[in-house]
C-alpha cells in the first residue's frame, strides 16, 4: 500500500507569537518558517511524490510552494478542508499562556475523547474527520499510481497526532504524548492489516522513504520479524 507523508507547515507567525491560530485567516510563515519550506525540497528530493493535498490554510500552501515550484509536473495541491487544523472556536486567537488556565486546558491536557472546544469542534471530531481524510486518499493513491506510491499532505500538528495515533491504535486520550515539530515529516505505510509508522516528526534527510525494489516482502502486510535492513 502507498506511503503517506505527513508534513507538518513550517513556524508560522503564530506560533512564534504563542496564540492558537486555529482557522485564523492571514496567519503566515515566519522567516524561519519560509527557510524550513525551501529546505525540504532538497530533503524530499529523492522522494518520488505521486499526489501532494494540502489544508486550505495558508500556512501549509506556503510550506508547499517551493516544493511544488521544483516540481512543475505535480500541479497544484489538491486541497481537502479535512486536512485543516482544528476548530477551536472560541479558543482560535487566544494565547496559550492564558488558555492554560481555563479548566478544558486539563481535559484536552489528559482526556482528548472528552475535550469539545467551545463554538468548535471536539478532539473526537478531528480525530475521525483526519483518519477518514488519510485512509480515502490513500486508497485513492493506490488506485491511481500503485501500491508503492509515495504522497504527501501538508497539514498541521493536532491532526498528524490523531492520524498518529491512530496508526499506532493508541487511544485519543494519549495523543498528546505524540509531538511532532514544524515543517517536520512523519510518514506511515497503510497495509491491509495495519499501517506502519516509518518515521515520526523527522527534521532530516527523508531518502530512505523512496520505494525500495530489494525491501524484504512478506506476505499480507505482515510486520518483518527480527527487523529489515
Not at 507569537?17 to 482557522?23: E, F, H, I, P
Not at 518520488?48 to 497544484?76: F, I, K
Request: hydrophobic fraction near 40%.
Amino acid at each position: 500500500m502507498p506511503t503517506l507523508l505527513l508534513v507538518r507547515h513550517g513556524r508560522s507567525t503564530a506560533n512564534t507569537a504563542g496564540v492558537l491560530a486555529g482557522w485564523t485567516p492571514g496567519v503566515d510563515l515566519d522567516d524561519t518558517g519560509r527557510e524550513q519550506a525551501a529546505a525540504l525540497v532538497g530533503r524530499l528530493s529523492g522522494v518520488p511524490l505521486a499526489q501532494v493535498v494540502s489544508s486550505p490554510l495558508e500556512r501549509c500552501r506556503q510550506t508547499l510552494a517551493p516544493l511544488l515550484a521544483a516540481r512543475p509536473e505535480l500541479g497544484g495541491p489538491a486541497v481537502d478542508e479535512r486536512f485543516g487544523e482544528c476548530r477551536y472556536g472560541d479558543w482560535t486567537g487566544r494565547p496559550l499562556r492564558e488558555l492554560a488556565g481555563e479548566p478544558l486546558w486539563r481535559v484536552v491536557q489528559d482526556h482528548a475523547s472528552a475535550a469539545a472546544f467551545p463554538g468548535g469542534e471536539s478532539l473526537r471530531e478531528l480525530s475521525h474527520r483526519t483518519v477518514d481524510a488519510a485512509r480515502e486518499w490513500n486508497e485513492k493513491v493506490a488506485a491511481e499510481h500503485g501500491e508503492d506510491a509515495v504522497w504527501a499532505a501538508c497539514t498541521h500538528g493536532d491532526v498528524i497526532k490523531a492520524v498518529v495515533a491512530d496508526a499506532l491504535g493508541l487511544h485519543l486520550d494519549h495523543f498528546q504524548r505524540i509531538s511532532v515539530e514544524p515543517c517536520s515529516v512523519t510518514a506511515i505505510r497503510y497495509t491491509p492489516h495495519r499501517p506502519f509508522l516509518l518515521r515520526l516528526g523527522d527534521t532530516g534527510s527523508l531518502a530512505a522513504l523512496a520505494p525500495r525494489p530489494e525491501r524484504p516482502q512478506v506476505p499480507g502486510g505482515d510486520a518483518v520479524v527480527g527487523g529489515a535492513a
